[in-house]
């Protein structure tokens, strides 16, 4: 065996970066494993660096270790706080290249070791041990962790180690996050534009969704110069080759709007002028848990009795040619049970991020980015106290695990929160 650790978080993304801090913080020896060749998930290879939300109606409801990276990153590009206002959600953006660095940073000076371009290959549960077997770009590599947290946002790990997880029948679609230029949106013709798109999807030259949600309007994305809005219906992500159909078929959808556009007066010089690395994933599977979050759940803004954190968003569930979304009442505050994020057959396992257990439309909220940072951070705590005294992690007391959470700057339920500047 190469290394035991105390814990080993997989998939670096934004619930794997909070969870890998807070277990070396709190003096586990820890792994980081992450796919990729950076940190941060949909906030870097995803594109969607605006992270939410962190604040709701005022309220600063979600802190700790994802809270203070994002201010560190704000501190580097000479920002403050943005107006937060009486609101749900709140958007902070940070320059996807300052947060990947500082992911860097605070995971080393937490003690937590890291891994980039491997993933894990094997798993099992023996003699209270997980015994994985990792594939790194010179082959395989064998390690041991006392607990484990799928940090994938597929729940990979979960799955590996043999346990069931819950797909839907219909996925939300996949986006492609681009930065698209070389006209003038307000020099444009859109009506002349959209009846020729709309011919040329007759002719199935183009597709419905590829200017994204707003029900084929080629507005939509001309007037935005892209960003988060080309859909891909149709796709899953958990797999690897759910992840190549997806990166295909984003490809595909962008030269597709690239060559009917080149053809458009006033859009002769349209150019991609970036694109994101990955293909971002809103929906994929979600573990067999002890506990489930349903709709009314997380619209009632249940307080369980095992609630470690909260998720502040909306529901927004994305269709072909459209969004469902759907605006919380005011001053509602959602939380996550810690049952929801341990497979129900598991042995010192848990899981953070969008693969955790809840219907289709809670899902739609929990899984944005602040969210998955809160979780992480709680999933860390909680495998951090399990390991020490040598339980199961729904066995670690509440008010040990709040504690713990609160010494490194975590907000847990029912807390009121802070104050939007804090």
Not at 59 to 86: F, N
Not at 129 to 152: F, N, Q, S
Not at 333 to 354: E, S, V
């Amino acid at each position: 065996m190469d290394a035991t650790y105390d814990i080993a978080v997989i998939g670096g993304g934004a619930a794997g970066l909070c969870a890998a801090v807070q277990a070396a913080r709190a003096g586990c020896r820890t792994l980081l494993v992450e796919k990729t060749a950076l940190l941060g998930g949909t906030i870097t290879s995803g594109g969607v660096n605006a992270p939410a939300s962190f604040h709701a109606w005022g309220r600063l409801k979600i802190a700790g270790i994802g809270w203070e990276l994002v201010r560190r990153t704000l501190r580097e590009m000479g920002h403050g706080l943005p107006d937060v206002g009486d609101k749900l959600p709140v958007h902070i953006g940070v320059d996807a290249v300052l947060f990947a660095a500082l992911a860097d940073e605070m995971v080393l000076e937490s003690g937590a070791e890291l891994l980039l371009h491997t993933m894990v290959q094997r798993a099992a549960f023996a003699d209270g041990l997980w015994r994985i077997e990792l594939c790194t770009k010179t082959g395989p590599r064998p390690v041991a962790a006392r607990a484990v947290i799928d940090c994938t946002g597929d729940a990979n790990f979960v799955t590996l180690a043999g346990l069931p997880v819950e797909r839907s029948d219909v996925l939300q679609p996949g986006t492609p996050v681009v930065r698209v230029g070389g006209y003038d949106r307000d020099g444009l013709d859109y009506d002349a534009l959209q009846a020729d798109f709309e011919r040329a999807v007759a002719a199935g030259e183009m597709r419905p969704s590829d200017p994204g949600w707003d029900h084929g309007k080629i507005r939509f994305f001309l007037h935005s110069y892209g960003g988060n809005r080309i859909h891909l219906p149709g796709i899953g992500g958990d797999t690897s080759a759910g992840r190549t159909a997806a990166e295909l078929e984003a490809r595909r959808a962008m030269l597709r709007l690239y060559r009917w556009c080149r053809r458009q007066k006033g859009l002769e010089n349209f150019r991609f002028e970036w694109a994101a690395p990955e293909c971002g994933i809103r929906e994929t599977v979600t573990i067999v848990a002890r506990k489930k979050i349903t709709l009314a759940d997380f619209e009632s803004g249940r307080v369980w009795d095992d609630s470690v954190c909260y998720s502040l968003y909306n529901i927004d569930i994305h269709c072909e040619q459209s969004v469902d979304y759907r605006r919380l009442a005011h001053g509602v505050f959602p939380t996550i049970p810690l049952g929801a994020m341990i497979p129900k057959d598991g042995r010192r396992l848990l899981a953070a991020g969008r693969c955790i257990s809840g219907d289709r439309e809670s899902l739609s909220a929990y899984r944005v980015e602040a969210s998955c940072m809160a979780m992480g951070q709680a999933a860390a705590a909680a495998a951090v106290l399990a390991v020490r005294a040598d339980v199961e992690p729904d066995e670690v007391p509440m008010p040990e695990l709040r504690a713990l959470l609160e010494a490194h700057g975590a907000i847990v339920p029912p807390s009121e929160g802070l104050a939007p500047d804090a």
